[in-house]
Structure formats: C-alpha cells, structure tokens
C-alpha cells in the first residue's frame, strides 16, 4: 500500500492523558499536511509542513497541541492534557512539491475520543 | 477570511438519475481554486475535481461535470446517471495562495444517498 497511513486508526483516551498520532505520508510528497474534522463538518486545517519545516499553523492549535516532522518524512501530532472538545477524526494529507494542486491525498484519519 | 457554503445537507436520489451538488464560496483572493473531494463511508477524503479562478470553462469528466460561475460565487457539481457507489459525503473547497496553495478551507458537506 503506498497510500497515507496513519496510526493508530482510533484512540480512546481519558481526559487530561497525552495522545500522539502518527503519519507516514507518500514516500515522494514533501507537504504534509493535518487537518481535524468533527461529526457532520469538514475537515479544518491545522498545520502544514514542507520537508522538516513547519511553515503553517492554525490558531485552532493550541498550545496543547505540537506537530513534528523530523526527517521530513513521518510526522507525529501530540495533544497533551486531552479535553473532550478534542475528540475529533484526525487527517493527515500529503501532497507533491511545486505549483498548486490541490490535489491532497488523505490517510483515513486517526479518531479521537476523549472521556 | 474565506468560507465555504453547501447549503445541502443530504440529498437522496434513485439510481440512475443525475444529481447536482451546490456550493458557494467567499474569498477576498483574487487568485484561488476550488475543489471538490469525495468521502465515502471509509473515510478516506478523495480528490475529484480542481478549479483555478482565471478558469471559469465548465467541463465534463466522465460522469462529472461542474458548473463555475464567478459572478455568482458558485462551483456546482454535477453526477449524472448517479449510481450507488456514489453514496458519500461530497466536500466543496477552496483554497488561496497560502499554506503552499493546499491549505483547504471545508464546506460542511453534502451527503448523497443513491438508492436502487
């Protein structure tokens, strides 16, 4: 499968508890991107990364919240003290260098419950 | 600040008929693209269909076709002949400059349900 994988696929957790979710994007895309969708809305951007560079983030990422990509490949997105407004479908999307596209490939996301 | 606006929230239709899923956007760009992605029950959001805004020639892909209309703000799409795998939740989107040019910003979706 040379698709967007992200791991793990869902995550029950209780509030206050730190998650990490992980992404391994299309092995020649150097954008990567994430984005947070709750029920019945679409996908929101929260960051976005070229090679190891975080060039972008949301205001909708708070402090609790940190994305990495250090080798330009894989990237990690940590929520630390977990509330329950986080409980969200976590998507992680890459896409290839140069001109716009738009053209974003979307893992199937990593859901988020916080109890 | 841009917006994304699909004021349908679910259509339902038979198979076989063809359907057109709304879309309305705001932005200040003068340069932007408008997109739409489908995602089926899996969850995995696939691209359909790009748009720039020098670009308004309405096209037909297969079964897909779009309607954009600067004057109007809109970026319709249309399915025709709509067959069951169709069933998803189809998202308009639109995006500028920034963010490498993939930062979307989401509508809420339609959901499209195709029955026998």
């Known amino acids: 499968d040379t698709g967007v994988s992200q791991d793990p696929r869902h995550k029950i957790t209780k509030r206050g508890q730190n998650v990490t979710f992980r992404c391994d994007p299309i092995?020649?895309?150097?954008?990567l991107y994430w984005y947070r969708q709750t029920l019945g809305q679409g996908p929101e951007f929260l960051t976005y990364f070229q090679n190891e560079a975080q060039l972008e983030k949301s205001r909708l990422l708070s402090d609790r919240f940190s994305a990495e990509r250090p080798k330009g490949s894989f990237s990690t997105l940590e929520i630390q003290r977990t509330e329950q407004g986080d409980s969200a479908m976590y998507l992680c999307?890459?896409?290839?260098?140069?001109?716009?596209?738009?053209?974003?490939?979307f893992g199937e996301g990593s859901r988020l419950t916080v109890l | 600040a841009q917006k994304v606006t699909q004021a349908q929230t679910e259509i339902s239709v038979v198979e076989k008929e063809d359907v057109t899923l709304d879309c309305v956007y705001e932005t200040r760009d003068t340069t932007y693209y408008l997109f739409w992605y489908k995602q089926p029950p899996s969850g995995e959001l696939v691209f359909l269909i790009r748009r720039n805004s020098f670009d308004e020639q309405n096209e037909i892909s297969g079964r897909y076709s779009w309607n954009f209309q600067k004057s109007t703000s809109s970026f319709n799409f249309t399915i025709t002949a709509s067959q069951v795998v169709d069933s998803a939740v189809y998202f308009c989107a639109l995006s500028g400059l920034t963010g490498g040019g993939n930062k979307l910003t989401f509508g809420t979706g339609t959901q499209l349900k195709v029955e026998l």
């Open positions: 999307a890459s896409s290839l260098p140069g001109l716009v596209t738009g053209e974003l490939f």
């Open positions: 092995s020649e895309h150097n954008r």
